[in-house]
């Protein structure tokens, strides 16, 4: 099956066309969504002559596109004022100025501390691009000069210290160990956990930075945005709104369902989208809201639209990819999926954790669906 090609429209409404049109095809004979192959085709045909005007379309590019600029927090103003306290999971911490040099450990906060205007110095390796592809410009200029503090697993302290942060930020589950060292560097500020706790993390970020009323105002436009898209898509067709599976491959025994409990689960309970039985919040069996399947029952991944993971063409984590997928791709099971899957970005979809890969995964749903993404 084809990756995403990039993060851009071209490729993506390259990959997508064939399994769309049988998608939209396959509702008791009829289409479902008889206008979703007029609408690619004339995004296609209009961006190619955008290119050469120096235009951009993109929704899963290094800009975010219109969908997310309008309510990005703006990066100029505090709704608090500093010193303040944070209380957290751990305790709570003095921040004695606006911070300047942030560090980021658990990764999602990368992501939050830029969205909400941050800069940030450090991060953990976790064997990607250190700097999301999918990030806009300007969230990537603030990470523009972000180093490597160590393998995520086991952040180097030395290097920690020699960033001169001012504000370091992971959760509990990631870092537990290292908490009380890292008070000796500079304010820590932690979670309790991450993935679908991504919400609460982001306005402690935003109360970190002292832009609290930021930070929820943001969330507020992610949740209306998935609001008005989800009715959309009911208005759209009759009353069975097709259940959608979310797959990711690591490897032929290892294949995840991503329930209503994590990120991206959670992305599409707020359009109100159904879920497979085995993907509802709770059900027997899920770890960390994942209900984990094989090769050999492959078939508990079938749903009437399978979205699934993979990641950016050309990267390391695509020729991993490559290799350990092959012996899920070629099982007859998966080839009976033919007409109902839809490659989705790895990046924005498992790994931010953020309110940028929500509005990153809305922008998809919406395409998927043809329906307007505003």
């Given at each position: ?9 071209f490729a993506i409404i390259g990959d997508r066309v064939e ?71 751990r305790g709570s911490t003095e921040i004695p100025e606006a ?276």
């Amino acid at each position: 099956m084809p990756g995403p090609g990039s993060h851009d429209w071209f490729a993506i409404i390259g990959d997508r066309v064939e399994d769309l049109e049988r998608f939209s095809t396959r509702w008791q004979g009829k289409p479902r969504y008889p206008n979703s192959m007029k609408l690619l085709r004339a995004v296609g045909a209009v961006l190619v002559p955008a290119v050469a005007v120096g235009l951009s379309l993109s929704s899963c590019s290094s800009g975010s596109g219109d969908d997310t600029a309008s309510d990005s927090p703006d990066s100029a103003t505090t709704s608090q004022a500093f010193p303040l306290t944070v209380n957290h999971h751990r305790g709570s911490t003095e921040i004695p100025e606006a911070p300047q040099r942030i560090i980021a450990l658990d990764n999602a906060f990368l992501d939050y501390a830029v969205d909400l205007g941050g800069t940030v110095v450090g991060v953990s390796d976790i064997g990607a691009e250190l700097v999301p592809t999918y990030l806009d410009d300007d969230q990537a200029e603030r990470a523009a000069d972000v180093e490597s503090v160590g393998n995520i697993a086991e952040p180097q302290l030395e290097k920690i210290a020699a960033l001169q942060p001012d504000l370091i930020l992971s959760s509990d589950v990631r870092h537990k160990q290292y908490y009380d060292q890292l008070t000796e560097i500079a304010p820590t500020v932690f979670s309790e956990d991450t993935g679908d706790t991504w919400q609460e993390n982001y306005l402690l970020t935003g109360e970190a930075l002292g832009k609290k009323e930021q930070a929820e105002g943001r969330l507020t436009a992610i949740r209306d945005r998935a609001g008005r898209i989800g009715d959309r898509i009911r208005d759209e067709g009759p009353d069975d709104v097709p259940d959608v599976s979310v797959v990711r491959i690591k490897d032929e025994n290892t294949i995840r369902l991503y329930g209503e409990d994590t990120f991206s689960g959670s992305v599409l309970a707020m359009a109100g989208l159904p879920r497979p039985k085995n993907q509802e919040s709770g059900y027997p069996g899920q770890d960390f809201g994942m209900y984990v399947v094989s090769r050999e029952n492959l078939d508990e991944a079938d749903a009437d639209l399978i979205l699934v993971s993979v990641p950016e063409e050309g990267t390391a984590k695509a020729k991993e990819w490559a290799a350990i997928s092959d012996a899920v791709l070629g099982t007859a099971t998966w080839t009976a999926f033919d007409g109902r899957k839809v490659d989705v970005d790895e990046g924005t979809w498992m790994t931010s954790v953020s309110p940028i890969g929500a509005d990153h995964i809305l922008t998809d749903v919406a395409e998927i669906f043809d329906v307007d993404g505003e």
